[in-house]
């Protein structure tokens, strides 16, 4: 079936190791920011979301960190399952407005058993 | 199933022909928006409802696609003379805006358009 990952980027990780994945986002402006991750022939599925008041923000097994000062932000994936492989695209917003958001590229996580 | 709904998941049509696509979003959420995806990339923003208004329009969005939300619940997306470049994903997300707590947008699964 079609990839969803076609020509992106691949990070590989052996299974049980911790994963980072970086994005670079390019509005100054913007003050929220969403992980999805996206399997193939699905919709992006929400992950983790942090605001520009933050730097860090943790959830089940995946951390978000925020540097604002460089436009960069990261996901953190603790002890990775095969089930996370998957593209993983970063996205964020401008809250007030109408809050649509700008991917970033996407990257994707294969997992090796 | 309380998530975003999308209708049909597939749909693959002549080139000049009509199409029209559904998505019921998660109740109570008042904002909708629809995305293209191509293969290998991430979504683009076409366009935003809040309630039953349209507030905003990518470029992307050619007269010849039109979307409506007409009581501010389900929202079409209608493609005229379709062309083999709107061959793509086809993704509605929607939220509850101006929502501290829960401000993230839900996304459905998408249609898969194939124009022949």
């Known amino acids: 079936g079609e990839s969803v990952g076609l020509h992106l980027p691949t990070l590989s990780v052996q299974e049980g190791d911790n994963s980072i994945i970086n994005c670079a986002y390019s509005n100054s402006a913007s003050d929220y920011f969403i992980w999805y991750k996206q399997e193939s022939g699905k919709g992006p599925q929400f992950i983790i979301d942090i605001r520009s008041n933050m730097d860090k923000r943790q959830g089940q097994r995946v951390t978000v960190l925020l540097n604002k000062t460089v436009k960069h932000l990261s996901l953190q994936i603790a002890a990775t399952q095969p089930g996370d492989s998957a593209v993983y695209f970063c996205?964020?917003?401008?809250?007030?407005?109408?809050?649509?958001?700008?991917f970033g590229k996407g990257i994707t996580l294969s997992v090796r058993p | 199933d309380t998530g975003v709904s999308q209708n049909p998941r597939h749909k693959i049509t002549k080139r000049g022909q009509n199409v029209t696509f559904r998505c019921d979003p998660i109740s109570e959420h008042n904002r909708l928006y629809w995305y293209r995806q191509t293969l290998g990339q991430g979504p683009e923003f076409l366009t935003y409802f809040q309630n039953e208004a349209q507030l905003e329009k990518s470029r992307l969005l050619s007269d010849r696609f039109s979307a409506e939300r007409p009581k501010g619940s389900f929202s079409t997306l209608e493609i005229q003379r379709t062309e083999q470049g709107d061959s793509a994903m086809y993704l509605c997300?929607?939220?509850?805006?101006?929502?501290?707590?829960?401000?993230?947008?839900?996304f459905g699964q998408g249609t898969r358009l194939t124009v022949v």
């Open positions: 997300a929607s939220s509850l805006g101006r929502s501290v707590v829960s401000p993230e947008a839900f």
């Open positions: 996205a964020e917003s401008i809250t007030g407005a109408n809050s649509k958001l700008t």
